[in-house]
């Protein structure tokens, strides 16, 4: 079996093939198009009790 520097040869063939695995990982994850926000939404005519115990009756709950 050849060997090169000490390390068999497909020790080196499976070295590379490690990198180049990372490298394209990598560069997917670094490259991938970003989420944008959605639209939100409302939630119409709720009832809602407040943390002091009032409560808001016929209320509009927007979320972004």
């Known amino acids: 079996m050849p060997v090169l520097f000490g390390i ?3 020790g080196w063939i499976q070295m590379l ?7 394209f990982v990598l560069v997917k994850y670094l490259l991938r ?4 926000k959605t639209a939100g939404y409302l939630i119409r005519d709720v009832h809602v ?3 002091d115990g009032s409560e ?9």
């Open 8 to 10: 068999p040869l497909i």
């Open 17 to 23: 093939l490690g990198t180049v695995l990372v490298l």
């Open 33 to 36: 198009p970003k989420k944008k």
């Open 49 to 51: 009790i407040v943390g």
């Open 56 to 64: 808001l009756f016929h209320q509009n709950c927007v979320r972004y």
